[in-house]
């Protein structure tokens, strides 16, 4: 029998009925990584021996009469997550050696589970872009279409996830990157509420491994099934032991609603900034039409929803005034130059990237007090609805683009060339004020490539979301297997 892309949950079922062992399966697996990973790249960092001897010890402990929530089950970890032993380089060339000597939290949780890691994801250079290539590991591909992009900075899991490499994997989100990679190859993924999951040792190799309160990038469940997100995030869920004292311990409520006929969904296609291309829009529809067919009540217009330029260009600020303050892109003093030359009336995303390179604290204060703002916004949005769907990214996989300046890079939409980075504005939608987001497939473009959306939901309401995904999953066919 075919194991490779069956759900976690379905794993678990045939382990627990003595259909199959941890063992058949991970040798199963690595079998199809050796076979198909050569064309896809998805596997940076194998750990192959290891995983056969976790797979032998998870079936001992099911002879014993242990049952963990991912005992025996086959999954890998996004390279960025430190994993005692094996590199962890963030794609950084002069990191090319760094193997730390402690899991990060959420791979010891893995671990504490039952899970078999068969290995580590490629990323991108400092998980700085929307597709997953470097000089270490070389360029991941989309299992779809080899000549494109799988998305990033977790590129290289949803690559994996896509082509049957284990059942699930960990990845981070900063700008999209568990949706995005998500979308483009067809599966599920899950950017929980900020700060809802421990993030300690998923850290950059110059950093020290200690717990942080991130301003926008979370940690986050991906997987081929709906249900398998819910498994993963209550997996990764609770407090880092180093900050038990803090309020972290969120018994997050259960979904709003178990029927579809129960939500009120708010449907967006369009964007201030950046149209949203032919195939994105007929996915938004095709998941709309499956509300509508279900009996939720969907609307597309509200005076509710904040101001989605406004929204965009404080994401884009924040956003380019972190990824600076940790990867310098060029002198300080050239950056405040060309942003003391730019119009006060520009209110382009170009200008609002470079002003966000060289914000002061105190107009990063600013900036905050307008996004708090906004979470009022949010809040009182959804006392009136359950979720918001919307695209992830305005198209499909784009065909790879290794031009070196990415602001030199552009996207093509619908024949039309854009700023590469535009391209954010929807993924930093839930990004900004910190809500949970889960992207699900929806169907397929004229080429027959993925479409997903996004649905996104209240603060600290993941299972809204998540129990919504499932509830879509059984209507528009969820993840179907590439060829």
Same mark, same amino acid.
């Given at each position: 029998?075919?194991?490779?892309?069956?759900?976690?949950?379905?794993?678990?079922? =045939?382990?627990?009925?003595?259909?199959?062992?941890?063992?058949?399966?991970?040798?199963?697996?690595?079998?199809?990584?050796?076979?198909?990973?050569?064309? *896809? &790249?998805? $596997?940076?960092?194998?750990?192959?021996?290891?995983?056969? =001897?976790?797979?032998?010890?998870?079936?001992?402990?099911?002879?014993?009469?242990?049952?963990?929530?991912?005992?025996? !089950?086959?999954?890998?970890?996004?390279?960025?997550?430190?994993?005692?032993?094996? @590199?962890?380089?963030?794609?950084?060339?002069?990191?090319?050696?760094? *193997?730390?000597?402690?899991?990060?939290?959420?791979?010891?949780?893995?671990?504490?589970?039952?899970?078999?890691?068969?290995?580590?994801?490629?990323?991108?250079?400092?998980?700085?872009?929307?597709?997953?290539?470097?000089?270490?590991?070389?360029?991941?591909? &989309?299992?779809?279409?080899?000549?494109?992009?799988?998305?990033?900075?977790?590129?290289?899991?949803?690559?994996?996830?896509?082509?049957?490499?284990?059942?699930?994997?960990?990845?981070?989100?900063?700008?999209?990157?568990?949706?995005?990679?998500?979308?483009?190859?067809?599966?599920?993924?899950?950017?929980?509420?900020?700060?809802?999951?421990?993030?300690?040792?998923? *850290?950059?190799?110059?950093? @020290?491994?200690?717990?942080?309160?991130?301003?926008?990038?979370?940690?986050?469940?991906?997987?081929?099934?709906?249900?398998?997100?819910?498994?993963?995030?209550?997996?990764?869920?609770?407090?880092?032991?180093?900050?038990?004292?803090?309020?972290?311990?969120?018994?997050?409520?259960?979904?709003?609603?178990?029927?579809?006929?129960?939500?009120?969904?708010?449907?967006?296609?369009? +964007?201030?900034? !950046?149209?949203?291309?032919?195939?994105?829009?007929?996915?938004? &529809?095709?998941?709309?039409?499956?509300?509508?067919?279900?009996?939720?009540?969907?609307?597309?217009?509200?005076?509710?929803?904040?101001?989605?330029?406004?929204?965009?260009?404080?994401?884009? /600020?924040?956003?380019?005034?972190?990824?600076?303050?940790?990867?310098?892109?060029?002198?300080?003093? /050239?950056?405040?130059?060309?942003?003391?030359?730019?119009?006060?009336?520009?209110?382009?995303?170009?200008?609002?990237?470079?002003?966000?390179?060289?914000?002061? +604290?105190?107009?990063?204060?600013?900036?905050?007090?307008?996004?708090? +703002?906004?979470?009022?916004?949010?809040?009182?949005?959804?006392?009136?609805?359950?979720?918001?769907?919307?695209? $992830?990214?305005?198209?499909?996989?784009? @065909?790879?683009?290794?031009?070196?300046?990415?602001?030199?890079?552009?996207?093509? !939409?619908?024949?039309?060339?854009?700023?590469?980075?535009? /391209?954010?504005?929807?993924?930093?939608?839930?990004?900004?004020?910190?809500?949970?987001?889960?992207?699900?497939?929806?169907?397929?473009?004229?080429?027959?490539?993925?479409?997903?959306?996004?649905?996104?939901?209240?603060?600290?309401?993941?299972?809204?979301?998540?129990?919504?995904?499932?509830?879509?999953?059984?209507?528009?066919?969820?993840?179907?297997?590439?060829?």
């Amino acid at each position: 029998m075919e194991w490779n892309f069956r759900t976690a949950g379905e794993l678990a079922a =045939a382990m627990r009925a003595g259909d199959v062992t941890s063992a058949e399966l991970t040798d199963e697996a690595i079998a199809r990584i050796e076979r198909e990973d050569g064309a *896809v &790249n998805a $596997i940076c960092v194998p750990d192959f021996d290891r995983a056969r =001897a976790a797979a032998r010890g998870a079936d001992r402990a099911r002879a014993r009469g242990e049952d963990r929530p991912l005992l025996g !089950i086959p999954v890998t970890v996004k390279e960025c997550y430190n994993t005692a032993g094996l @590199p962890t380089t963030w794609a950084m060339p002069q990191h090319r050696d760094h *193997v730390p000597a402690e899991d990060a939290v959420q791979v010891a949780r893995l671990r504490a589970a039952g899970a078999v890691v068969l290995g580590k994801t490629n990323v991108p250079v400092g998980l700085q872009d929307i597709q997953t290539f470097n000089e270490i590991y070389g360029t991941t591909n &989309n299992p779809w279409d080899h000549g494109r992009t799988p998305g990033g900075s977790s590129g290289g899991s949803a690559a994996a996830l896509a082509s049957g490499f284990g059942a699930l994997s960990i990845g981070s989100d900063l700008a999209g990157s568990l949706r995005t990679p998500a979308h483009f190859c067809g599966i599920h993924a899950h950017k929980p509420t900020l700060g809802l999951l421990a993030n300690r040792g998923m *850290v950059a190799p110059s950093s @020290p491994a200690w717990p942080v309160d991130l301003d926008l990038a979370v940690v986050g469940p991906m997987a081929r099934g709906a249900r398998d997100l819910t498994l993963l995030l209550d997996v990764m869920a609770g407090p880092d032991p180093l900050t038990h004292g803090k309020a972290h311990h969120l018994a997050l409520p259960p979904a709003r609603h178990e029927r579809l006929d129960g939500f009120r969904v708010l449907v967006l296609e369009e +964007h201030p900034f !950046i149209p949203t291309g032919a195939a994105v829009r007929a996915g938004v &529809n095709r998941v709309a039409d499956a509300l509508l067919d279900g009996g939720a009540r969907v609307e597309r217009h509200t005076p509710l929803l904040p101001d989605l330029a406004e929204a965009a260009t404080l994401y884009t /600020q924040f956003l380019f005034s972190g990824s600076v303050a940790h990867f310098p892109v060029e002198a300080d003093e /050239q950056l405040r130059a060309r942003a003391a030359g730019l119009s006060a009336d520009d209110r382009s995303l170009d200008a609002a990237r470079l002003r966000g390179m060289v914000l002061s +604290h105190r107009d990063w204060i600013e900036a905050d007090g307008r996004r708090e +703002h906004h979470r009022h916004g949010w809040r009182q949005l959804f006392a009136e609805f359950d979720v918001v769907v919307c695209p $992830i990214t305005p198209t499909p996989a784009f @065909p790879h683009d290794h031009t070196p300046d990415p602001r030199e890079r552009r996207i093509d !939409i619908d024949g039309v060339d854009h700023p590469y980075f535009d /391209q954010l504005v929807w993924a930093g939608l839930a990004t900004m004020p910190g809500l949970p987001a889960t992207a699900v497939p929806a169907g397929r473009s004229p080429e027959g490539l993925p479409v997903g959306v996004q649905l996104i939901g209240p603060m600290y309401e993941d299972r809204t979301p998540l129990r919504l995904a499932e509830l879509l999953e059984q209507r528009t066919g969820g993840f179907q297997a590439p060829g």
